[in-house]
């Protein structure tokens, strides 16, 4: 799954029941009973008004970890106009990570050698005499015209990449930036701490509008990452399709924007893990499609699953840089 940013599926929730809110308690004396003032009564909520995070593409976000639940902002934007978080510093701070990195570098190193002039010049004419016979054997205009057909192609793909949409959180070096309530949120966007939506062209405007008030995410917007290992741990007849899709998709996310290569590459096509997403859409999607996906989903292991996301969710979990 290439694309950062899925297609989500709407899966509706199920609200837990509640005895019928209708139907008054009758008194033995007066008939029906006087609510409780002190008692919640279910009332439609008000109505939010979403006109700034519209206007101004940027959304709420709430994200449940195993340490808490905290609020931030993500938004997406071409690829060509965003500048990467610089995980430097968070690297330089993971003794592993840093040494893992020192032997890449040592691998990548290449050995030259040196010849004397003689030795090298004859190397030199061998290779100009067998560069020659393979023109003349394929056709240099051929070979030109092959190359030249090669370049545009990786040329469009480069093109397409820079113009596609990725995802952008309220980080800074690398890490994703969580806070408590919404007004400890509302305090950060306002004071002009270094963070990287501040490169987006509508960050100033969001610090000077933003209300505690505003940090309400939807229902797609909150995730609840802590919940998902213990679900799959549950078997198969308990997984959470909308529970789970949805980590999916805020996973990717996250590891794209924070650039966690490891997690990207647990969630890449053709993953165990990325097979499971499958297969959960599949079923959340109903018809044909949905006996399959169910087929699907009993050949992949629990345990597996599990232990995957367990992985996910502390690699994340790692790259958090908690705020009250």
Do not use: C
């Not at 931030?72 to 893992?100: G, K, N």
């Not at 007004?183 to 306002?190: A, G, K, Q, T, W």
């Not at 609840?224 to 007849?237: K, P």
């Amino acid at each position: 799954m290439g694309n950062p940013k899925h297609t989500e599926v709407s899966v509706a929730r199920q609200s837990p029941q509640r005895p019928d809110a209708d139907e008054p308690e009758l008194d033995d004396t007066t008939g029906a009973a006087e609510p409780d003032e002190t008692e919640e009564t279910d009332r439609p909520s008000a109505s939010i008004d979403r006109s700034l995070w519209d206007e101004l593409r940027i959304d709420p976000v709430e994200i449940a970890l195993p340490a808490g639940t905290g609020f931030t902002l993500r938004a997406y934007r071409p690829a060509s106009s965003l500048t990467p978080t610089d995980v430097t510093e968070r690297d330089q701070d993971d003794p592993f990570l840093a040494r893992r990195q020192a032997i890449e570098e040592e691998e990548d190193d290449e050995t030259v050698v040196i010849l004397d002039e003689e030795l090298a010049g004859e190397f030199a004419a061998e290779d100009e005499d067998e560069e020659s016979t393979r023109r003349r054997r394929d056709g240099a205009a051929d070979t030109d015209d092959e190359s030249d057909e090669s370049d545009e192609a990786v040329t469009d793909e480069a093109d397409e990449a820079d113009d596609e949409e990725v995802p952008v959180f309220l980080s800074n070096q690398g890490k994703l930036l969580l806070f408590k309530t919404p007004e400890s949120l509302v305090s950060f966007i306002r004071s002009g701490a270094p963070n990287d939506l501040s490169q987006l062209d509508s960050w100033n405007e969001l610090s000077e509008r933003v209300e505690p008030a505003d940090i309400a995410p939807l229902d797609e917007d909150t995730y609840e990452l802590d919940l998902v290992v213990e679900n799959l741990r549950g078997g198969h007849d308990t997984w959470d399709s909308t529970l789970l899709i949805e980590a999916g998709e805020v996973a990717r996310d996250l590891s794209y924007a924070l650039r966690l290569p490891a997690v990207l590459d647990m969630l890449s096509a053709g993953s165990s893990l990325d097979d499971l997403d499958e297969a959960l859409r599949a079923t959340a999607n109903g018809g044909i499609g949905a006996f399959m996906g169910r087929r699907r989903l009993k050949k992949i292991g629990a345990q597996t699953a599990s232990l995957g996301w367990r992985t996910i969710v502390g690699k994340i979990s790692a790259v958090v840089d908690w705020r009250d």
